[in-house]
């Protein structure tokens, strides 16, 4: 059974980090490209970031670039987001997902809430 399990979110000042992580199990993680997607209230979810299996290659929103940073550890199985210099704009539920080429299998989500 597939598992993804995000944890990191919280309450951030604008211009602060956080780094949210993705715990997953249930498959071969080193198999699959991974993405970081979010889902702001009212808005469509969105992809944040994707990272290739051996993690060499990644890719951003042009929101994002920059600023966050997607990579993982196979070894573990488990991806991370490192968010710098937030927005109130990167408000969110941020989910983790698993590429299946064309589908994505998500996560529950953890919420960042950037305010001052």
């Known amino acids: 059974q597939v598992q993804l399990v995000e944890s990191g979110g919280g309450l951030v000042q604008p211009g602060g980090s956080l780094r949210l992580s993705c715990a997953a199990s249930?498959?071969?993680?080193?198999?699959?490209?991974m993405t970081w997607h979010r889902q702001a209230p009212g808005n469509e979810r969105e992809l944040v970031a994707h990272?290739?299996?051996?993690?060499?290659?990644?890719d951003y929103a042009e929101s994002v670039k920059g600023r966050f940073t997607i990579a993982r550890d196979n070894t573990n199985n488990i991806l991370y987001l490192q968010m710098n210099s937030l927005k109130p704009e990167d408000t969110a539920v941020y989910y983790c997902g698993r590429d299946r080429r064309g589908s994505f299998d998500w996560g529950k989500g953890t919420l960042v809430t950037v305010s001052a």
């Open positions: 249930g498959f071969a993680f080193s198999m699959y490209s």
């Open positions: 990272i290739s299996t051996s993690g060499g290659r990644t």
